[in-house]
Nanobody, 126 residues
Framework: QVQVVESGGGWVPPGGSLRLSCAASGTPLDYDAIGWFRRAPGKEREGVSC????????HYADSVKGRFTISRDEVKNMIYLQMNNLEPEDTAVYYC???????????????????WGQGTQVTVSS
């Protein structure tokens, strides 16, 4: 059983930064793609970013390109989302998800992922 736990959310003023973390654990821990999603109040969940363990390319939603960076620490089984220049529109619950195969080409498709965390709240306001 694979478990996914997000952390690092909180409140930040516009223009601020946060780094979200995602801890993956379990046996066997076999996944390829890591995705970040978010659900803003009153909106559907949307894909934010994705990276694969077998492909160097990183994928981002247009709304976060140039501001967010996805990365991972393979040794610690940690995945990160560095968020800079945050905007009120970034306010949402952020979710980490894992997929057993590389799904990053269609990273916005929720059904492509096999394991999900419970989410962490990010609030951007003055």
């Amino acid at each position: 059983q694979v478990q996914v736990v997000e952390s690092g959310g909180g409140w930040v003023p516009p223009g601020g930064s946060l780094r979200l973390s995602c801890a993956a654990s379990g046996t066997p821990l076999d996944y390829d793609a890591i995705g970040w999603f978010r659900r803003a109040p009153g909106k559907e969940r949307e894909g934010v970013s994705c990276m694969s363990r077998t492909d160097v390319r990183k994928h981002y939603a247009d709304s976060v390109k140039g501001r967010f960076t996805i990365s991972r620490d393979e040794v610690k089984n940690m995945i990160y989302l560095q968020m800079n220049n945050l905007e009120p529109e970034d306010t949402a619950v952020y979710y980490c998800a894992l997929a057993e195969v590389d799904v990053c080409t269609y990273f916005f498709r929720e059904y492509e992922y096999d394991y999900w965390g419970q989410g962490t709240q990010v609030t951007v306001s003055s």
